[in-house]
């Protein structure tokens, strides 16, 4: 977070001018996302100007590759909050998995968004109908810097299944899929409204969505018991069922974020979700100050704790960080 930015001369101002004409200190944030092609960009930007409107926060969204990305830049303080997957926010705290010895104790769960899948998207034209018919295909895991691309390299190369990885950002994924060049890819998104993305590749190639055999989830859940999968009777493409794995969207942040301005964020997040849904019709209808204390596994913030117990909600003490005790 950056306060205090003032007039200086032949610069644009970036604070506000109160009445005696003095220059008034004004917060701004920067906000890792994802890639733009991704529907979750979107949430972003309308966060952004929600805080804008309701607070007079300036919040920059900042494109990065993913969680992973967002996981290096959180670490290093280059953003305030960014978008994650829980419990791979987990697996950054705690430092499980591939960051095995290397934990983030700072890092803390701002909020819930919505629960999402990670969707095995293939042009049906290619006759790939099980996860094994990736074999020697070329395909996306996941946006490049992404917890999606490194999930799915290590989960289908534990199974013995090996693709010829076409590594790249989502929008030069999609146009590679469309263009025939690529079998498909992997991608995050809401199991209850369609994905800007996966609808953009389906305008070009007739698509289907692949399932995790019961074979396949007992291997990964014998390695990574905190994985769960869900079978969708439907997606919002129309096309089921499928055995996918399920997530939950989150925004993560550290603790170094001001309890005062975690709480009015929060706050303003979770009371104003209609105006959410205009740019991110997934989180419609949804309640975040409960999604937020029945889905995060990492801490939450100290702003959030206040939030929620302001509503009269208890928050167990898994979910409390060292700083709450």
């Given at each position: ?25 004004q ?35 900042q ?45 803390r ?51 013995g ?7 790249a950002?989502?929008s ?33 190639v ?9 074979e ?15 079978t969708?009777?439907?997606?919002p ?42 740019s ?7 309640d ?38």
């Amino acid at each position: 977070m950056k306060r205090g930015w003032l007039l200086s001369a032949g610069l644009l101002a970036l604070g506000t001018v109160a009445s005696n004409g003095v220059v008034a200190e004004q917060t701004l944030y920067t906000i890792g996302a994802t890639g733009q092609a991704s529907s979750f960009y979107a949430y972003h930007v309308g966060v952004a100007q929600l805080l804008k409107d309701k607070l007079g926060y300036q919040a920059t969204v900042q494109e990065t590759g993913g969680a992973s990305d967002n996981k290096k830049l959180l670490e290093r303080g280059q953003v305030d909050w960014a978008q994650f997957a829980e419990p791979d926010f987990f697996e950054f705290y705690k430092g499980l998995g591939k960051w095995e010895g290397n934990p983030q104790p700072d890092f803390r769960v701002f909020w819930v968004v919505n629960p999402i899948a990670y969707f095995p998207v293939v042009n049906k034209d290619m006759g790939i109908r099980r996860m094994e018919d990736l074999q020697g295909k070329a395909f996306n895991p996941g946006g490049r810097g992404s917890a999606t691309e490194r999930m799915t390299q290590d989960l289908l190369t534990m199974l013995g299944i090996e693709p010829e990885w076409f590594r790249a950002g989502y929008s030069d994924a999609v146009a590679a899929i469309k263009d025939r060049r690529v079998a498909g890819y992997m991608k995050a998104g809401s199991t209850s409204a369609p994905d800007a993305s996966i609808m953009d590749v389906g305008t070009a190639v007739p698509i289907d969505i692949l399932s995790w055999s019961d074979e396949h989830v007992a291997k990964i859940k014998a390695k990574y018991p905190w994985y769960d999968f869900v079978t969708l009777e439907t997606t919002p493409y129309g096309i089921g069922p499928v055995n996918v794995r399920a997530v939950f969207f989150i925004m993560g942040t550290t603790s170094k974020m001001p309890e005062e301005e975690a709480y009015k964020i929060v706050k303003t997040i979770a009371e104003n979700v209609a105006f959410q849904g205009d740019s991110y019709p997934a989180i419609k209808g949804r309640d975040v100050a409960r999604e937020t204390l029945a889905r995060a596994q990492a801490p939450l913030h100290m702003g959030t704790i206040r939030y929620l117990r302001e509503l009269g909600l208890t928050v167990p003490d898994r979910l409390l960080p060292p700083e709450a005790k």
